[in-house]
C-alpha cells in the first residue's frame, strides 16, 4: 500500500496514531473523534448538530460517544449556571484520561423502629391528645414488619440496578438521591413480574445521543412502560358430593343442594314425552283423519 502525504499550511489537524490506531474504537468512534478534535477550542456547536444528516444515524454516533467516554477520551460533565439551568459541557482530549474514582454508591438498609421519647414540657392531658400507639418488641429489622419484608427486598433489588446502570452507560450515572427517588418505582415492575434483565434492557435501549438530565428520562421511561399488574383468578372449588361448582369464596365442602338447603332442580324432559305433547300429536292426527286439516304450508303450519 502506498501513502502519497501532502505538507499542508494551513486548515489541518494533527490527529496521533494511538487514536487511528486504537484496536478497542470502531472505525465510527475513530472518526468522530478526529471530527471534535477538528474542531475549534470553546466552540459553541454541539455534538448533536456536528453529526446531524451523517449517513451513520444517530444511533450509530451515540454508540461511538459512549465509546470515547469509555476510552477517556471525551468527558462529559454537568454544570449549573448563575440562573440554575443545567447543561452539559464536553471536553475531548487527543490522549487518554484516566477515569476518576466514582463515589461508593450505599445500599438502602431497611428502617428501624424506635420508641417515642418522653415530652420535655411535661404530660399532656389525655383528652386532647389520643395515646401513644405501643410499638412491638422486636429488633426492627426484618422481624416486626412481615409484609414490608418483600418490598424491602424489591427495593433494595431496584437501587442496586439503578446504581450498575453506569457501568453499561456511563451517561446514566445517578447520584444517591437520584436512586432513592427512582428506586419505588422500579420495585413496582419487580412486584409486577419482570425480570431485572428486562428492566435493565427497556431503561438502556434506544438512548439519545446527549442526555441533560439521566434521573428525568429514567423516571419518564419508568412511568411510561410501567407493565400491567397481574390479574388474580380465583379458582372454584367442586362440589365434594354432586360435582357442581361451590359459590365463589367457598373453598371447600358441599353445595346448598347437597345440604338440602336449596330445592334441586329437576331434569328437563325432552319433547315428546309428556302428556301434552302426545295428546297435541292425537289431536292432530284427529283432524287429519276428518279432513279438517289438509296437511302443512312449507313452513310448517298446519292448512285447512
Given amino acids: ?164 446502570l453506569k457501568t453499561a452507560v456511563p451517561a446514566l450515572t445517578l447520584s444517591t438521591s437520584d436512586i432513592a427517588a427512582l428506586a419505588p418505582v422500579a420495585a413496582q415492575w419487580l412486584e409486577r413480574g419482570a425480570t431485572e434483565l428486562q428492566l435493565r434492557n427497556e431503561l438502556t435501549e434506544g438512548l439519545p445521543t446527549v442526555i441533560k438530565s439521566p434521573r428525568a428520562l429514567l423516571a419518564d421511561r419508568l412511568t411510561r412502560k410501567m407493565p400491567a399488574a397481574p390479574v388474580e383468578v380465583e379458582l372454584l372449588v367442586e362440589c365434594a358430593e354432586c360435582g357442581r361448582y361451590l359459590p365463589r369464596g367457598q373453598k371447600a365442602g358441599i353445595c346448598s343442594e347437597c345440604v338440602g338447603v336449596a330445592p334441586t332442580m329437576p331434569e328437563p324432559a325432552s319433547v315428546g314425552q309428556t302428556e301434552e305433547a302426545a295428546s297435541l300429536l292425537s289431536e292432530i292426527r284427529q283432524r287429519r283423519a276428518t279432513g279438517r286439516i289438509k296437511g302443512t304450508s312449507r313452513r310448517g303450519f298446519a292448512t285447512v
Fill in 1 to 164: 500500500m502506498h501513502v502519497q502525504r501532502t505538507k499542508h499550511a494551513s486548515k489541518y489537524t494533527v490527529v496521533p496514531n494511538a487514536i487511528l490506531q486504537h484496536r478497542r474504537l470502531s472505525l465510527t468512534a475513530r472518526g468522530l473523534l478526529a471530527l471534535l478534535l477538528s474542531q475549534p477550542e470553546h466552540g459553541a456547536a454541539t455534538v448533536r448538530e456536528l453529526t446531524e444528516g451523517c449517513p451513520e444515524g444517530q444511533k450509530r454516533v451515540g454508540n461511538a460517544m459512549a465509546e470515547l467516554q469509555a476510552e477517556g477520551y471525551v468527558i462529559c460533565t454537568r454544570v449549573q449556571n448563575a440562573r440554575g439551568h443545567w447543561s452539559t459541557s464536553v471536553t475531548v482530549f487527543d490522549v487518554p484520561q484516566a477515569p476518576a474514582p466514582e463515589p461508593e454508591t450505599p445500599e438502602p438498609g431497611c428502617p428501624r423502629l424506635r420508641s417515642l421519647g418522653i415530652n420535655p414540657f411535661g404530660e399532656k392531658t389525655q383528652g386532647k391528645n389520643p395515646p401513644t400507639p405501643q410499638v412491638p418488641e422486636g429488633d426492627g429489622q426484618n422481624g416486626e414488619r412481615g409484609e414490608e419484608a418483600p418490598q424491602s427486598q424489591e427495593l433494595g433489588r431496584a437501587a442496586a440496578l439503578l446504581g450498575r
